[in-house]
């Protein structure tokens, strides 16, 4: 999988500070101690998402690659490797998908607004979703296709040759859901997309406890005990075959 970086902060934190305050049983009207707190929600939220590697507030996403996914399944595509690349795209015949996936990280994935590239002339070109490519949401990770019986276009092998930007995230109300209808409905796709995008309260239940656990003992800021580690794990995206390009 390539590298993924976040390219604007969140809209919202999934937790309030009215439901801190609570938790940790501070009267709302105490103020005092706002400025911290609101720290601590930002800095629970980015461990919860270092450890699940989810993204637990929405916001928009790059992830670059050096080159499209490719395959190799014999010696002479083994010897193909840059900066002989501009000599492949070389797909493997019998396992045609999963030669061309794309895994996108910090899911879930909403949608994909756009795919760049360096084409083998230098030349930047532009992928959308629907029409060039599949998004595919309900998987973990969330996974990118050529249309069926395409194939991804050659690149010219340059650092980050290909960009992804897409939106990800969780919403704070545990309740939304999101639909995604394909306007064009190019063959070869489902017509429809349905994914609950409500954040999972047992992962509030745990920032709450790690917000607690750092304001009673904030010498420890950045530690995070066992027992609230384990709860992010039970929702952690393990993935042991990143994108090869």
């Known amino acids: 999988m390539g590298y993924c970086r976040a390219i604007e902060p969140p809209a919202n934190e999934p937790i309030t500070l ?53 395959f190799t399944d014999t010696i002479q595509s083994q010897l193909a490797y840059p900066p002989s690349y501009y000599n492949l795209p070389r797909y493997s ?27 083998s002339t230098g030349e930047n070109q532009v992928l959308l979703q629907d029409v060039d490519f599949i998004l595919d949401r309900i998987t973990e990770p969330a996974r990118i296709f050529p249309l069926a019986g395409g194939y991804w276009p050659p690149s010219l092998y340059v650092a980050n040759a290909l960009e992804i930007d897409f939106t990800s995230g969780y919403d704070a109300d545990p309740q939304a859901v999101d639909i995604h209808s394909p ?63």
């Not at 720290?39 to 690659?65: D, N, S």
């Not at 015949?93 to 590239?117: D, F």
């Open 18 to 70: 009215d439901v801190v305050h609570s938790f940790i049983r501070l009267p709302a009207t105490y103020l005092d101690e706002d400025t911290f707190l609101t720290v601590l929600i930002a800095a629970a939220r980015e461990q919860a998402e270092l450890i699940t590697g989810r993204c637990l507030a929405r916001r928009r996403w790059t992830m670059v690659l050096d080159s499209f996914p490719y």
């Open 93 to 119: 015949t019998t396992l045609w998908n999963y030669s061309q996936m794309i895994k996108l990280a910090y899911g879930p994935v909403r949608s994909v607004e756009r795919m760049r590239y360096v084409d």
């Open 183 to 245: 306007l064009s409905s190019p063959p070869g796709q489902q017509e429809v997309s349905l994914m609950a995008t409500g954040i999972p309260q047992m992962l509030i239940v745990g920032m709450l406890n790690l917000i607690a656990f750092w304001f009673n003992n904030r010498g420890s800021v950045g530690l995070v005990p066992e027992n609230i580690e384990r709860l992010f794990q039970q929702h952690m995206v393990i993935d042991f075959a990143g994108t090869r390009g």
